[in-house]
């Protein structure tokens, strides 16, 4: 007989999300952990110096707050500690000649200011992030719930008998445009392209990948409408918000507890070994791990083989880290970016297509798409009063390393030591000539190279943080795999959810929400 209902492998907020709606229905739940720590990458350290507490991945949970999991555990997580801080200005573009465009969280606002740049892009800017308001029913529930099923083909039918089946085809035909072409046909300022096209790094694609557009359009809506908010303490605050629930609803957490194998009998789970040699029976098996850690180590025998094809599953570009400690605040050589969320340091385009193409053929770029957080500007509690924190993740760093495109930094293969802070001295040296008293406030730095990542994190396979390669042949009803239907797996009572599933990557909560509902919640 099963000792639980629900085991679920991993703290992510895939994780936690399915743990606490599952818990609250009233099932017994257990959650294990490999690591001394819950939350994956939602994870708070003091790695710099005493007092400065830092978001070392996952800082920002827009896709959180606007996705259907925040709202169905919402007011149970407030009660538990999660706390949200925002600012007016969700993002910013800071381009080399120290030009600067900042997004507000109003409409009308951002309409003029576009149009005051060039005539009509602010017009477009409302016709774009208008056409997502309009759209918002039909495409983020396309975004978020099981694809194949017979929810998703209501949706569709519904769409067609509205709108008709030509305008439908028409509609997919343009969410399928890339950024570049949505960019360079649409505005006509190269301000108004270099704010929005960084964010498509953010998803995993790049400006040339098939989608990039609709997704760019969707982050634009959702960070005009939501902002860009951070966790009151940090992001492994809202880990321990989650935590404190799953147990008030009589859940259970495991750290330091890594699964060795789920077992299997007659096409059923019954429960997994952990490393120790320990037993654990229960129902069903919810798996938050990667495509290679479920099929290649927890899984063996025939049931494998029904999901494996010679397609290999592909893993994106890794991400680089890089965190400050300052003594003081940030007196940024533009204006306007004092109270800015996110800053993106980007030419355009060009530069952002560039950086991320030397990044997937495995060379250090030479100007590396640097996305810059403020969170002490937001969160006082991060840090020592009068001082501040800024928080570097370089989106377009190689996994593997071939060599550095610039011909300057020396490389061995791989992420060794001298070649992360070599590369971070190259991301440093572009945000000083940005910032005025850089060097009068640095008190400290702390670089995480993909392989870094992965240590810390066994889901971001080489450093990949959105769960592998998010190219429309790995994506919706194809990911992982062509043959897996939604989260399930060819074994009964056993579950694939995380980044490498629908809906994918981010801090949405998407497929634990989905599986937790499937099972009753």
């Given at each position: 007989?099963?000792?639980?209902?629900?085991?679920?492998?991993?703290?992510?907020?895939?994780?936690?999300?399915?743990?606490?709606?599952?818990?609250?229905?009233?099932?017994?739940?257990?959650?294990?952990?490999?690591?001394?720590?819950?939350?994956?990458?939602?994870?708070?350290?003091?790695?710099?110096?005493?007092?400065?507490?830092?978001?070392?991945?996952?800082?920002?949970?827009?896709?959180?707050?606007?996705?259907?999991?925040?709202?169905?555990?919402?007011?149970?997580?407030?009660?538990?500690?999660?706390?949200?801080?925002?600012?007016?200005?969700?993002?910013?573009?800071?381009?080399?000649?120290?030009?600067?465009?900042?997004?507000?969280?109003?409409?009308?606002?951002?309409?003029?200011?576009?149009?005051?740049?060039?005539?009509?892009?602010?017009?477009?800017?409302?016709?774009?992030?208008?056409?997502?308001?309009?759209?918002?029913?039909?495409?983020?529930?396309?975004?978020?719930?099981?694809?194949w099923s017979r929810g998703a083909a209501m949706l569709l039918a519904k769409r067609v008998w509205?709108?008709?089946?030509?305008?439908?085809?028409?509609?997919?035909?343009?969410?399928?445009?890339?950024?570049?072409?949505?960019?360079?046909?649409?505005?006509?300022?190269?301000?108004?392209?270099?704010?929005?096209?960084?964010?498509?790094?953010?998803?995993?694609?790049?400006?040339?990948?098939?989608?990039?557009?609709?997704?760019?359009?969707?982050?634009?809506?959702?960070?005009?409408?939501?902002?860009?908010?951070?966790?009151?303490?940090?992001?492994?605050?809202?880990?321990?918000?989650?935590?404190?629930?799953?147990?008030?609803?009589?859940?259970?957490?495991?750290?330091?507890?890594?699964?060795?194998?789920i077992v299997t009998r007659g096409g059923k789970v019954i429960g997994v070994e952990t490393s120790s040699g320990e037993m654990?029976?229960?129902?069903?098996?919810?798996?938050?791990?990667?495509?290679?850690?479920?099929?290649?180590?927890?899984?063996?025998?025939?049931?494998?083989?029904?999901?494996?094809?010679?397609?290999?599953?592909?893993y994106g570009r890794g991400n680089f880290q890089l965190h400050y400690a300052l003594d003081g605040p940030v007196d940024w050589a533009a204006e306007g970016l004092a109270d800015v969320a996110l800053i993106h340091l980007a030419d355009g385009i060009d530069s952002v297509s560039k950086s991320s193409n030397e990044a997937e053929r495995g060379m250090l770029p030479v100007t590396p798409t640097i996305c810059v957080g403020q969170p002490s500007r937001l969160d006082g509690t991060r840090c020592p009063d009068g001082k501040s924190i800024l928080w570097l993740q370089i989106p377009d760093a190689p996994s593997n390393i071939k060599g550095d495109a610039a011909g300057e930094i020396k490389t061995t293969g791989g992420w060794d030591v001298a070649t992360r802070e070599a590369f971070a001295d190259r991301i440093e040296a572009i945000l000083e000539k940005h910032i005025r008293n850089f060097s009068a406030i640095k008190l400290k730095r702390v670089a995480y190279s993909p392989a870094d990542l992965e240590r810390l994190n066994i889901n971001l396979v080489g450093g990949d943080p959105y769960g592998g390669a998010c190219t429309l042949d790995q994506f919706f009803v194809w990911r992982p795999a062509a043959g897996q239907v939604n989260n399930a797996t060819p074994i009964k009572g056993l579950y694939h959810i995380g980044a490498a599933t629908h809906p994918g990557p981010g801090l949405g909560g998407g497929s634990g929400f989905n599986v937790a509902k499937s099972l009753g919640a």
């Amino acid at each position: 007989m099963a000792d639980i209902d629900h085991l679920i492998i991993g703290s992510g907020i895939n994780a936690l999300v399915a743990a606490a709606m599952l818990s609250r229905k009233g099932d017994k739940v257990l959650v294990i952990e490999r690591e001394d720590q819950i939350g994956g990458c939602m994870r708070t350290d003091e790695i710099t110096l005493p007092g400065f507490h830092h978001d070392v991945m996952a800082a920002t949970f827009v896709l959180f707050i606007t996705g259907p999991a925040y709202a169905a555990l919402a007011d149970d997580l407030t009660q538990h500690g999660l706390e949200f801080c925002r600012t007016q200005h969700p993002t910013a573009v800071l381009r080399p000649d120290g030009r600067s465009l900042v997004l507000t969280m109003d409409r009308n606002r951002n309409v003029a200011k576009f149009n005051a740049i060039t005539e009509g892009d602010g017009d477009q800017h409302a016709v774009d992030v208008g056409g997502i308001e309009k759209d918002a029913d039909f495409l983020f529930s396309l975004l978020g719930q099981p694809l194949w099923s017979r929810g998703a083909a209501m949706l569709l039918a519904k769409r067609v008998w509205k709108h008709g089946l030509n305008r439908t085809k028409a509609w997919f035909g343009e969410a399928l445009e890339p950024a570049r072409g949505w960019l360079e046909t649409r505005y006509a300022s190269p301000d108004v392209q270099a704010l929005w096209v960084p964010w498509v790094l953010h998803t995993g694609l790049t400006p040339e990948a098939t989608y990039s557009g609709q997704m760019a359009r969707v982050i634009a809506f959702a960070l005009e409408a939501a902002g860009a908010p951070i966790v009151k303490g940090g992001a492994g605050q809202a880990a321990q918000a989650f935590a404190s629930l799953i147990r008030a609803n009589g859940g259970e957490i495991r750290t330091s507890t890594e699964a060795a194998r789920i077992v299997t009998r007659g096409g059923k789970v019954i429960g997994v070994e952990t490393s120790s040699g320990e037993m654990i029976y229960a129902t069903n098996v919810i798996a938050s791990t990667s495509p290679g850690q479920l099929y290649d180590e927890l899984l063996t025998g025939k049931a494998v083989e029904k999901v494996q094809s010679e397609k290999k599953f592909r893993y994106g570009r890794g991400n680089f880290q890089l965190h400050y400690a300052l003594d003081g605040p940030v007196d940024w050589a533009a204006e306007g970016l004092a109270d800015v969320a996110l800053i993106h340091l980007a030419d355009g385009i060009d530069s952002v297509s560039k950086s991320s193409n030397e990044a997937e053929r495995g060379m250090l770029p030479v100007t590396p798409t640097i996305c810059v957080g403020q969170p002490s500007r937001l969160d006082g509690t991060r840090c020592p009063d009068g001082k501040s924190i800024l928080w570097l993740q370089i989106p377009d760093a190689p996994s593997n390393i071939k060599g550095d495109a610039a011909g300057e930094i020396k490389t061995t293969g791989g992420w060794d030591v001298a070649t992360r802070e070599a590369f971070a001295d190259r991301i440093e040296a572009i945000l000083e000539k940005h910032i005025r008293n850089f060097s009068a406030i640095k008190l400290k730095r702390v670089a995480y190279s993909p392989a870094d990542l992965e240590r810390l994190n066994i889901n971001l396979v080489g450093g990949d943080p959105y769960g592998g390669a998010c190219t429309l042949d790995q994506f919706f009803v194809w990911r992982p795999a062509a043959g897996q239907v939604n989260n399930a797996t060819p074994i009964k009572g056993l579950y694939h959810i995380g980044a490498a599933t629908h809906p994918g990557p981010g801090l949405g909560g998407g497929s634990g929400f989905n599986v937790a509902k499937s099972l009753g919640a």
